[in-house]
């Protein structure tokens, strides 16, 4: 049975989701127009819908998988769940309000709250058994204040240069941390080729965290060199032709990467390399 597959038409969602599908081993669409892309090689065909409306076509079983934003994902209340964290797309949800006002969260009740996300506002007001007024717009909340029509505001923020641009600064908690996921409809249970898709997202995920570190040492200053580069499992380890030093490989944890050679420097490693991982199955 074919997977039909709902990923985002536009904007950087979609960019990020089409690159990662690529390294996946996906075919994608070279014309941004295309609304529907077949892949016979993987028995997959990709929608290219609205990511606001991708959690409805999913819950409704119409599509049996697709990427979108957690955000978006519980704001539709649609029957589905995310099956998988893609680890691109990451922002915030916060309440916002003029800088020189200083408010609290506790100032909220009674509040004419903007947001483009009522639904997971009205969750969140729900869950904190508190009243205030939601303005729902679609999209530029930032003007809602200004223009009358709202107190405050609930949106989305990844940097907060809009924001300040607005005059507008964030209080309270974080209402909920958002990225790029899988979903699937509550309740359905994986195809083989849906448990595919997820293996390989998996493998790019991980790929992306990490970097394989090759460096050479001596017998003598092995065992401290391991301990910097202990890997996955466990790190490769090869005798060289030159007696008494060996060759390693290990996983490493991108971002620590440069700190990691300058230890293993100074515990005696010399030759280190390192090259980027595209993908891979632990």
């Known amino acids: 049975m074919t997977l039909r597959i709902a990923v985002p038409n536009k904007g950087s969602l979609a960019e990020s989701s089409a690159l990662m599908l690529k390294e996946a081993g996906y075919r994608q669409r070279s014309d941004m127009r295309d609304l529907v892309l077949i892949d016979p090689d993987n028995d997959v065909e990709f929608y290219y819908l609205r990511p606001r409306d991708i959690a409805v076509y999913v819950g409704s079983g119409e599509l049996e998988a697709g990427i979108t934003g957690r955000d978006l994902l519980i704001d539709s209340g649609a029957d589905a769940s995310e099956i998988l964290e893609l680890n691109f797309g990451r922002s915030t949800f916060r309440f916002a309000g003029p800088t020189e006002a200083k408010l609290g969260e506790k ?127 466990s790190p490769t380890i090869s005798p060289l032709q030159k007696s008494d030093w060996n060759a390693v490989r290990a996983m490493v944890k991108r971002s620590d990467i440069n700190r990691i050679m300058d230890e293993l420097w100074a515990v005696g490693a010399r030759g280190i390399l390192v090259t980027d991982i595209h993908a891979c199955r632990l």
């Open 107 to 233: 100032d909220l009740a009674g509040k004419r709250i903007a947001t483009a996300y009522p639904g997971l506002l009205a969750g969140y007001l729900k869950a904190k058994n508190m009243a205030a007024d939601i303005v729902r717009l679609d999209g530029a909340v930032e003007s809602s204040i200004r223009l009358g029509v709202a107190d405050v505001i609930a949106d989305v923020v990844s940097t907060g240069g809009t924001l300040r641009a607005a005059g507008l600064s964030t209080f309270g908690e974080v209402l909920l941390e958002s990225e790029a996921v899988l979903i699937t409809r509550n309740g359905s249970a994986n195809s083989k080729t849906i448990e595919t898709l997820i293996r390989r997202l998996s493998g790019v995920v991980i790929a992306r965290q990490y970097v394989l570190v090759d460096y050479d040492v001596k017998s003598a200053d092995l065992e401290s060199a391991c301990a910097l580069t202990p890997g996955i499992e």
